[in-house]
């Protein structure tokens, strides 16, 4: 009997040993290599990239440098890639999931590289601040740092979703995204109030807001990751 906790995964018919491929999700992966790849492995592969993404921006907040800038670039540019990857190799078995499974599977690497260009925005406001010496007050640092850490764990629960279609990790994944973009509002109230208070420069607010509005396209497009993959069981029917 098929557990209820559990949508159908369409991708299973493709990959069966996906399972496997989550454990290795933290590796070093040679993106010129992908022929062996199937499109949800290249899938979960976008989302290890996303997390040290995470990483990197986290540190760059920190150091207030640009030491992290070149690995950032070098791995946005690597989920552009990886997301051409994986849609082509999902086209070319297009027959193989069903055209309304195929409707829904087909948006999938396109909604992880979305959350990519939500971190190139940040990445671009970060480089702006270091450039340009614009300082952040302690409250807007410990805002940013508390939104990096509730991405992290986030899009660590999108990459296991990816392998599982665990429904339990699927609604704690819109559980987190409705957190992160309550946080970017909370944040955004927080930074009028220090704003009318004298405690933020103008330069600063236009970067802070910039940031804060891609937080929540994170979040969005987390959702609709976590419902495309819960619709499956529909669409398959």
């Not at 508390?146 to 986030?154: E, R």
């Not at 559980?175 to 909370?186: F, G, V």
Request: aromatic share 6%; with cysteine.
């Amino acid at each position: 009997m098929k557990d209820k906790n559990y949508v159908w995964n369409p991708f299973r018919i493709l990959s069966p040993k996906l399972n496997s491929e989550i454990t290795k999700s933290d590796e070093t992966e040679d993106v010129d290599e992908l022929t062996s790849k199937s499109p949800e492995e290249i899938l979960v592969i976008m989302v290890s990239k996303l997390i040290d993404l995470t990483k990197m921006i986290s540190l760059g907040f920190q150091s207030e440098s640009t030491q992290q800038h070149e690995t950032c670039e070098k791995l946005l540019q690597e989920i552009g890639r990886l997301e051409r990857a994986s849609t082509s190799g999902i086209l070319k078995v297009s027959e193989t999931f069903g055209q309304n499974v195929f409707k829904t599977v087909v948006r999938l690497p396109s909604r992880v590289e979305r959350i990519g260009v939500m971190f190139e925005h940040i990445l671009a406001c970060q480089k702006i601040k270091v450039k340009e010496g614009i300082l952040f007050s302690d409250k807007a640092q410990s805002e940013l740092m508390d939104m990096l850490g509730v991405t992290l764990d986030l899009l660590r629960n999108v990459g296991d979703s990816l392998v599982t279609c665990n429904l339990v990790i699927l609604d704690h994944i819109k559980s987190q995204s409705n957190k992160l973009a309550e946080m970017a509002e909370e944040n955004r109230l927080n930074h009028w109030e220090r704003m009318e208070r004298g405690f933020c420069s103008p330069d600063a607010s236009a970067i802070y807001l910039k940031i804060l509005d891609s937080f929540k396209g994170i979040a969005e497009y987390a959702v609709k990751i976590s419902d495309s993959l819960c619709s499956l069981e529909d669409v398959s029917k």
